[in-house]
């Protein structure tokens, strides 16, 4: 009778699935490991030339490629818009990075960020207008989420060289950025597109939201200054519009309803001169199937065609070399041997002056020897040019 431990060749041979479990892979899994995307490195965004024919498999003609470095916007980014739907306010912070998964700022209460791996990020407020602050969390939309499994895609594309821009041509990029993840249904994407302006380097004039992803305590004190202006001027406004009809927030309507405001739609809260933009949170339909997709314009030197063409120099390593290290070390064993030396002539013998040097007879008299060396040594040469004064016969 065979034993439990020689059942299992038998059982492997007799098995039709045995040769299948042991094989390579299927076709399915291989596929879409081949598939998996590339990683999104700010340092390294390859983008081909506009006027190239090759289609996204890299099929066709060779292309002229150019390479995006956008270290420089590393970090977390954010707009803020505010609606008002009656009867309630809206403010909803959109935050990017683009180089790294965003990561909240201190304690979180559950459910009330986005997870862990997520690119951009909305977060919906219902807003107190009265005192300026947020009365809780309505919506947290993960719009692009990646993680070790599931990286996100991404597609960069240069703008064509058209249209009304400086120099009468568009420079900058287009990159759409999509996660592994849907809400509501439906599949979420963000479109960004990167124009050259090069008195900009992309950070300037963000409006500081109530989600902080990175320090940032040292501008929250010039928004509430800003803030504060603005209601003492509203405040005088209402004092002004008593008797003439209720006005607020220039969104009153003086044919009417004086107690009541319009709803408003959704529109970014921004300063002047501010670099990054928002274009709009729009569900669309692409071959039947929803997506909701959030646009936004970010203005930066750093895609301009001398930026991408002719890339800053990378900056000098700090890092000493061998050289260098060897120098060093010379010394420290140099100024060791005679420290110690010194110190132990005059412990041992009570040794003063030249005598407290280690070996001070052979410091003393190496100028002598090394005269004594050279000369010894040209004599030498002279020696064997000379035929120790006889002449050939």
């Given at each position: 009778m065979k034993t439990p431990s020689t059942w299992w060749p038998a059982i492997l041979l007799l098995s039709p699935t045995a040769s299948a479990i042991t094989t390579t892979p299927s076709a399915p899994a291989a596929a879409a490991a081949a598939a998996a995307p590339a990683p999104l490195t700010c340092d390294n965004i390859l983008v081909p030339a506009a006027n190239n024919n090759a289609n996204s498999k890299g099929e066709g003609e060779e292309k002229e490629q150019h390479k995006y470095d956008l270290r420089a916007l590393a970090g977390p980014?954010?707009?803020?818009?505010?609606?008002?739907?009656?009867?309630?306010y809206h403010?909803?912070?959109?935050?990017?990075?683009?180089?790294?998964?965003?990561k909240r700022k201190g304690e979180v209460e559950p459910g009330e960020a986005c997870p862990d791996g997520t690119r951009v990020c909305a977060i919906k407020h219902r807003w107190d207008h009265k005192e300026d602050k947020s009365a809780g969390i309505d919506q947290v939309i993960p719009i692009v989420v990646g993680d070790e499994d599931k990286a996100i895609t991404w597609s960069a594309k240069q703008l064509p060289k058209t249209g009304a821009?400086?120099?009468?041509?568009?420079?900058?990029?287009?990159?759409?950025?999509?996660g592994h993840t849907s809400y509501q249904e439906r599949a979420q994407r963000t479109v960004v597109e990167f124009r050259c302006n090069p008195d900009l380097e992309g950070t300037e004039n963000e409006w500081e939201s109530v989600d902080v992803y990175e320090p940032g305590e040292e501008k929250k004190s010039a928004r509430r200054a800003e803030e504060g202006e603005k209601k003492d001027g509203d405040k005088e406004g209402d004092k002004k519009g008593d008797g003439e009809g209720d006005k607020k927030?220039?969104?009153?309507?003086?044919?009417?309803?004086?107690?009541?405001?319009?709803?408003?739609?959704?529109?970014?809260?921004?300063?002047?001169g501010a670099a990054l933009v928002w274009e709009g949170y729009k569900r669309e339909s692409e071959d039947g199937v929803e997506v909701d997709?959030?646009?936004?314009?970010?203005?930066?030197?750093?895609?301009?065609?001398s930026?991408?063409?002719?890339?800053?120099?990378?900056?000098?390593?700090?890092?000493?070399?061998?050289?260098?290290?060897?120098?060093?070390?010379?010394?420290?064993?140099?100024?060791?041997?005679?420290?110690?030396?010194?110190?132990?002539?005059?412990?041992?013998?009570?040794?003063?002056?030249?005598?407290?040097?280690?070996?001070?007879?052979?410091?003393?008299?190496?100028?002598?020897?090394?005269?004594?060396?050279?000369?010894?040594?040209?004599?030498?040469?002279?020696?064997?040019?000379?035929?120790?004064?006889?002449?050939?016969?």
């Amino acid at each position: 009778m065979k034993t439990p431990s020689t059942w299992w060749p038998a059982i492997l041979l007799l098995s039709p699935t045995a040769s299948a479990i042991t094989t390579t892979p299927s076709a399915p899994a291989a596929a879409a490991a081949a598939a998996a995307p590339a990683p999104l490195t700010c340092d390294n965004i390859l983008v081909p030339a506009a006027n190239n024919n090759a289609n996204s498999k890299g099929e066709g003609e060779e292309k002229e490629q150019h390479k995006y470095d956008l270290r420089a916007l590393a970090g977390p980014h954010a707009v803020v818009t505010h609606e008002f739907t009656r009867p309630t306010y809206h403010n909803t912070t959109y935050a990017i990075d683009l180089c790294a998964p965003l990561k909240r700022k201190g304690e979180v209460e559950p459910g009330e960020a986005c997870p862990d791996g997520t690119r951009v990020c909305a977060i919906k407020h219902r807003w107190d207008h009265k005192e300026d602050k947020s009365a809780g969390i309505d919506q947290v939309i993960p719009i692009v989420v990646g993680d070790e499994d599931k990286a996100i895609t991404w597609s960069a594309k240069q703008l064509p060289k058209t249209g009304a821009q400086k120099g009468g041509k568009k420079e900058g990029l287009r990159l759409t950025l999509q996660g592994h993840t849907s809400y509501q249904e439906r599949a979420q994407r963000t479109v960004v597109e990167f124009r050259c302006n090069p008195d900009l380097e992309g950070t300037e004039n963000e409006w500081e939201s109530v989600d902080v992803y990175e320090p940032g305590e040292e501008k929250k004190s010039a928004r509430r200054a800003e803030e504060g202006e603005k209601k003492d001027g509203d405040k005088e406004g209402d004092k002004k519009g008593d008797g003439e009809g209720d006005k607020k927030d220039d969104k009153g309507d003086d044919k009417g309803d004086d107690d009541e405001e319009k709803s408003t739609p959704e529109k970014q809260l921004k300063k002047d001169g501010a670099a990054l933009v928002w274009e709009g949170y729009k569900r669309e339909s692409e071959d039947g199937v929803e997506v909701d997709t959030l646009y936004l314009t970010w203005y930066t030197k750093h895609v301009c065609d001398s930026a991408v063409d002719e890339p800053e120099p990378a900056k000098e390593s700090s890092h000493w070399g061998f050289f260098t290290w060897l120098v060093i070390l010379v010394f420290l064993a140099t100024a060791s041997y005679l420290i110690f030396g010194s110190w132990l002539n005059y412990n041992r013998y009570g040794a003063r002056g030249w005598d407290l040097l280690p070996h001070g007879d052979t410091l003393r008299d190496a100028p002598y020897l090394m005269r004594d060396l050279i000369r010894k040594a040209l004599n030498t040469l002279q020696s064997t040019g000379s035929r120790g004064g006889y002449s050939a016969v």
